[in-house]
C-alpha cells in the first residue's frame, strides 16, 4: 500500500535532512583586503550613544569606536597610551592632573577637540538632572560628588579646569594611583558640546544628538548608519587625528542576543567575531575549528553572595564549610568548560596584583567546621536555597554546587530561579540566602573589586561588614606609594578570605568565535582600542 | 452591517481601556524597575533619573498623564532607548513584523488550504496521508526547531542563503517558512476537517446526483462551509501572525515587534510595554471583527447581532 511505503521513505528523508544539516561544516569567514570591514557580533542593541548616560558593554564597544578620551587602551594587555592628550604631568602629591592636548584633534565635523569641550563635558555629566549612572566615577575629583549632587552649584569650585585650550587640569581629594586606568573609561569621554546644545541641551537625558544625522564624534571612526536591531555601521574617520593608524575601513556592530544564532551567523561568514560562544559550543570549536576558537583571560569573579544577615550563614563556620565542599577545579572543567581558573579568592591575578590569602581546607576541615557550628553529618541543617537569574550555565552551575553538597556535607539545598531584574531586586533587598554573583573590573587595579564590598555599598548585598576592611579600603587612598597600597589590598583580601562574605568559585575568561583571519588583542577587561584591530596580512 | 460594525468599534474602546489600566498597574507592581541595575545606582542618581520621566510622582498622576498622553496619541519615551520614543520604535518595528507575518500568512494559507482541500477530496489515500503527516509534524515540530533545522541544512550546509538578518530579500525565506509552516499546519488540518464535514452533507449529494462537476461540488459548494473553521481560527491567528514571533524574530535576528514586546518586559520599560499592549490588543479586536463580517458572508443563515 502507498501509505505504508510512503511512511518509511518520508522518515529516511527526515533524518537525512535532519543528518545532513547537522554535519560538520567549516566556518567560512568573509572578508580581507578590500574593503576591510570587520562583522562583529555586539551582543545587544545599544542603549544610546551618549558617552554619558548609557551603561552596558555593548555599548562600550561602540564608544569606543566613535569617541576617545584623554587616554586610551594600548595595543598589548595593559598598556595605557594617549588619547586626545599627548602627554600628562602629575603633580608629586599624585593629586594635581595637567593633560597636554594635541593639537590635531579633531571632531569629525572638523572642530578642533579643546579643552574646554572636556570641561563642559565633565560639567554635564556631573549635573544632577542629567542622572548620569556613572557620575561617581569622578568622585575623586575635588567638588565633584558635591556639584553631582546639588549642593554645590558652582562648577569652577569643581577640579576640573582648562587652561587653555590645549590644557586640562584635574584636582583630586587624593592621590588615585589607578586614575589613568579609570579614565579610559566612556564616561571620561568629551562630547561635542555644540551638536548636544543644538539637539536637546546639555543637562537633560535621551534627545537627537545621538542620531545619524546629528552625530559628532572624535574617535577613530564616524557613525554611518543605525538601523536599530539590525546593524551599527561605523566607518573610518577622515578627521581622527591617528588616521593612519587605523586599518579596518569599516566596523559592522551587529545586536546579537541569541548566542545560538550568532554562532551560525559566524559559520555562515556573517560574522567575523561572536560576543560569546553558547557553553554547548565550546567543545566543539576546540575539537573541529581550534583556529576560530579563543578564550582569553577576563577581569572577573564569578561567586555566590552569603546573605550573612540570615541564620545559619550568619556564623562563619558554616560559610566556610560550604565553600570547603565545593571542587571547583571540577565545576571548571566540567560544568562552565571554557578554561576557567578555580577561584580561592576574590580577585583575579593580574601582572600587577596576585592575592596572597586564598581559601584552604578539605572536605574534612568542612565536615568539621559544620558539625562545630552545630550540623554533625549535615544533621539539622536548616534548608537553604541557591537563587541564580535564568541562565543555562548559571543553571547548571547550581546543579552541580547543589550535588557536591548533598554528597560531601549531607545537606539539602534548594534552586530558586528569577529573571533578571527580579533577582536584582531581590539580592538587593537581601531577600536570599545565597546567590550566584560576579563582578567584572571597571579598570585594571584591585580596587575595582575591593571597592565592591566596602559597608552600605551598593554593590556588596550580602549584609556583611568589617570595620577594619572599610580602615583599610580608606588608607589605600593615602598609601606613599604603590608597595604599600598593594599591601594594603592583601590585608583586605585576607579579611575576605577569612569571612567569606562571598563563596568565589572560578576567575572569568572570555570565550569566544574569531575569524583566523583577523588579528585582535587580548585585553583583561575586553575592551578594544579599535585602530589596533585589523585583518592579517 | 456598518452600524453592527461601529457598535463593535465603539465597544473597543472600554476594552483598550480596561487592558491599559490593568497593564499600566501590572508592570509597576513586578519587582525591579527600568534602572535596576547589576551595578548599584547611587540613590541621589536614580531620585534623578525617574524625576526625568516622571517616576518620582505619585502613580495616579503617572497613571492620569499617560492616559492623557494615550489619548493624543504619544505613546511616550523609550526608558530603556533613551532617544527614541516608543511611537518611533512602533513606526520602525512594525513594518517588519507586518512583512514576516503577512508572508508567513501568505505560505501558510496556500500550503495549509491546498494541502487540506487535497486531504478531504482524497480521503484515506496516499495524498491524505502525506497531508496528514506533514500537519502534524508541523503542529508538533516547534519553531524553535525547524528555524535551526533550516538554517542549518539551507544557510549552513548549502550556502543559499544568509544565517539570519533582515537585509536582502532572500533573508525572508526561511523565517517566512518557519512560521508559515506552524500555521499551514493547523489551517490544513481545520480545512481538512471542514471540508470533511460539508462533503458528507445532503445538499452536496443532491448537488452530485444533478450531476455536477467534482471541481464545482469541491470548489462552490464545500470549500465555501469548509473555510469557517478555517476563518474562526484566522481571527487570533491573523494577529498573532502579523505582528511576529518573538521565537522567530529571535532565531532568524529579525527586527520586529515581536522581539521588543517581550524584550520591554524585561527590561521593565513601561511604556514600550504599554505601547505594544495597545497595539496588540487593537489588532486582535479588529481582526476578531473582521473575521466576524467574513463569518456572515461565507454563512449567510448568522447573522450580524
Keep these: 500500500m502507498l501509505p505504508r511505503a510512503l511512511l518509511p521513505a518520508f522518515t529516511a528523508a527526515l533524518v537525512l535532512f535532519t543528518a545532513t544539516a547537522c554535519g560538520r561544516k567549516e566556518p567560512a569567514p568573509t572578508g580581507g583586503p578590500a574593503p576591510k570591514i570587520l562583522l562583529f557580533g555586539n551582543g545587544a542593541e545599544p542603549q544610546d550613544l551618549d558617552p554619558q548616560t548609557v551603561t552596558g558593554v555593548p555599548e562600550n564597544k561602540l564608544l569606543n569606536a566613535f569617541f576617545e578620551g584623554l587616554v586610551s587602551y594600548g595595543p598589548t594587555a595593559n598598556d595605557t597610551v594617549g588619547g586626545v592628550a599627548e602627554r600628562w604631568d602629575i603633580s608629586a602629591d599624585g593629586t594635581v592632573y595637567n593633560f597636554h592636548l594635541r593639537a590635531e584633534a579633531k571632531w569629525s565635523n572638523g ?49 576640573i579646569k582648562a587652561l587653555d585650550a590645549r590644557t586640562l587640569e584635574i584636582r583630586l581629594k587624593h592621590p588615585v594611583p589607578y586614575l589613568l586606568e579609570a579614565m579610559k573609561h566612556y564616561a571620561w569621554f568629551p562630547v561635542h558640546i555644540a551638536s548636544v546644545e543644538q539637539h536637546g541641551g546639555l543637562t537633560s537625558r535621551g534627545k537627537a544628538w545621538t542620531r545619524v544625522e546629528n552625530f559628532v564624534g572624535n574617535g577613530p571612526f564616524v557613525l554611518k548608519s543605525w538601523r536599530p536591531n539590525q546593524v551599527i555601521v561605523a566607518e573610518r574617520s577622515s578627521t581622527y587625528w591617528d588616521r593612519a593608524a587605523v586599518k579596518l575601513d569599516a566596523i559592522h556592530f551587529f545586536p546579537t542576543e541569541n548566542l545560538d544564532t550568532e554562532e551560525r551567523m559566524f559559520r555562515t561568514g556573517q560574522l567575523h567575531k561572536t560576543y560569546e560562544l553558547p557553553a554547548a559550543k565550546i567543545d566543539v570549536y576546540q575539537r573541529d575549528f581550534p583556529d576560530s576558537y579563543r578564550s582569553d583571560v577576563y577581569y572577573g569573579s564569578y561567586y555566590f553572595r552569603f546573605n550573612v544577615t540570615r541564620k545559619p550563614l550568619d556564623d562563619v563556620r558554616v560559610r566556610r564549610a560550604l565553600s570547603l565542599a565545593i571542587d571547583r577545579e571540577s565545576l571548571a572543567r566540567n560544568v562552565v568548560r571554557g578554561g576557567q581558573q578555580p577561584a580561592y579568592g576574590m580577585t583575579p591575578p593580574t601582572e600587577k596584583y596576585t592575592a596572597r590569602a586564598r581559601l584552604t581546607g578539605d572536605l574534612t576541615e568542612a565536615r568539621r567546621l559544620l558539625a562545630e557550628a552545630g550540623f554533625p553529618e549535615g544533621r539539622g541543617f536548616p534548608r537553604i536555597e541557591l537563587l541564580y537569574n535564568t541562565q543555562d550555565n548559571h543553571r547548571r552551575v547550581c546543579e552541580a554546587l547543589q550535588e557536591m553538597w548533598r554528597q560531601n556535607l549531607g545537606i539539602e539545598v534548594g534552586l530558586i530561579n528569577q529573571e533578571w531584574k527580579v533577582y536584582l531586586r531581590s539580592m538587593d533587598t537581601l531577600d536570599y540566602d545565597m546567590a550566584r554573583g560576579g563582578w567584572i573590573g571597571d579598570y585594571n587595579d584591585p580596587n575595582s573589586f575591593y571597592d565592591t564590598f566596602v559597608t552600605g555599598g551598593g554593590n556588596n548585598r550580602t549584609g556583611w561588614s568589617n570595620a577594619r576592611y572599610d580602615q583599610l579600603l580608606r588608607d589605600t587612598g593615602r598609601a606613599p606609594d604603590e608597595t604599600a597600597r598593594m599591601e594594603l589590598y592583601q590585608q583586605m583580601e585576607e579579611i575576605i578570605v577569612q569571612e567569606l562574605p562571598i563563596m568565589p568559585v572560578y576567575f572569568y575568561r572570555k ?5 583566523p583571519l583577523v588579528h585582535w588583542p587580548a585585553n583583561p577587561l575586553d575592551n578594544q582600542n579599535w585602530k589596533f584591530v585589523h585583518f592579517k596580512e | 452591517m456598518l452600524r453592527f460594525v461601529l457598535r463593535r468599534l465603539l465597544q473597543t474602546i472600554p476594552v483598550l481601556f480596561i487592558i491599559v489600566t490593568a497593564t499600566f498597574f501590572m508592570v509597576r507592581f513586578v519587582p525591579g524597575g527600568p534602572f535596576t541595575a547589576e551595578k548599584a545606582i547611587p540613590p541621589e542618581i536614580l531620585r534623578n533619573i525617574e524625576a526625568h520621566y516622571g517616576l518620582d510622582q505619585p502613580l495616579w498622576r503617572q497613571y492620569l498623564s499617560y492616559l492623557g498622553q494615550v489619548l493624543q496619541g504619544d505613546l511616550g519615551p523609550s526608558f530603556k532607548y533613551s532617544n527614541r520614543t516608543v511611537n518611533e520604535i512602533i513606526a520602525d518595528k512594525l513594518p517588519v513584523s507586518l512583512e514576516l507575518g503577512g508572508l508567513a500568512l501568505a505560505v501558510a494559507l496556500v500550503v495549509g488550504l491546498s494541502l487540506g482541500v487535497l486531504a478531504a477530496v482524497r480521503r484515506n489515500t496516499w495524498l491524505d496521508y502525506v497531508a496528514s503527516t506533514t500537519g502534524l509534524l508541523g503542529i508538533c515540530v516547534p519553531t524553535f526547531v525547524l528555524g535551526p533545522l533550516l538554517v542549518l541544512f539551507f544557510a549552513i550546509h548549502l550556502g543559499w542563503f544568509n544565517a539570519s538578518g533582515w537585509f536582502t530579500p532572500a533573508d525572508r525565506v526561511l523565517p517566512s517558512l518557519t512560521l508559515g509552516f506552524v500555521y499551514a499546519a493547523y489551517i490544513m488540518r481545520l480545512t481538512r476537517g471542514g471540508m470533511l464535514e460539508v462533503l458528507n452533507q445532503d445538499f452536496i449529494r443532491t448537488a452530485r446526483a444533478k450531476g455536477a462537476t467534482e471541481g ?87 447573522k450580524f447581532e
Design chain 1, 111 to 159: 572642530d578642533p577637540v579643546t579643552a574646554q569641550d572636556f570641561a563642559r563635558s565633565y560639567q554635564r555629566i556631573l549635573t544632577p538632572s542629567l542622572g548620569a549612572e556613572y557620575a561617581y566615577k569622578f568622585a575623586p575629583v575635588i567638588g565633584a560628588e558635591d556639584y553631582q549632587r546639588g549642593t554645590l552649584t558652582d562648577f569652577s569650585q569643581v577640579g
Design chain 1, 511 to 515: 570565550v569566544y568565535a574569531l575569524s
Design chain 2, 216 to 302: 464545482r461540488i469541491v470548489f462552490r459548494h464545500a470549500l465555501r462551509g469548509g473555510l469557517l473553521p478555517v476563518v474562526a481560527f484566522l481571527g487570533p491567528g491573523v494577529a498573532g501572525i502579523l505582528t511576529g514571533s518573538f521565537v522567530i524574530e529571535t532565531i532568524f535576528q529579525i527586527p520586529g515587534l515581536g522581539r521588543e514586546f517581550v524584550n520591554s518586559a524585561f527590561n521593565r520599560d513601561y511604556t514600550l510595554v504599554l505601547g505594544t499592549v495597545i497595539l496588540y490588543a487593537s489588532l486582535i479586536v479588529i481582526c476578531n471583527l473582521v473575521v466576524d463580517v467574513v463569518q456572515v458572508w461565507l454563512n449567510p443563515r448568522l
